[in-house]
């Protein structure tokens, strides 16, 4: 199992997602991103070791982030 803990703004720096509605909350991504996880999702289940599963995990978040230019909310 892998988890992610963000910062305060980091789901709405890296997805648009509006902070106040996940404040004290565990949640799994996958409830919020369904359809652009699916990949992700099948290349983390064939991974053989953690430095891969850690490699794609950095490749997706900073795809996330360079979608989302430079349309920052920075609160945090």
């Known amino acids: 199992m ?5 910062r305060p ?3 709405s720096t890296l ?13 799994s991504l996958n409830d919020i ?3 652009s996880l699916n990949d992700l999702h099948e290349q983390l289940c064939e991974s053989i070791n953690s430095t891969r599963l850690i490699a794609l ?18 609160t945090d």
């Open 2 to 6: 892998v988890g992610i803990m963000f």
């Open 9 to 11: 703004a980091g789901l």
């Open 15 to 27: 997805f648009g997602l509006p902070m106040y509605e996940f404040i004290d909350e565990r949640i």
């Open 33 to 35: 991103l369904r359809s």
């Open 57 to 74: 995990l950095k490749h997706f978040l900073n795809r996330q982030l360079l979608h989302r230019g430079d349309r920052f909310d920075r």
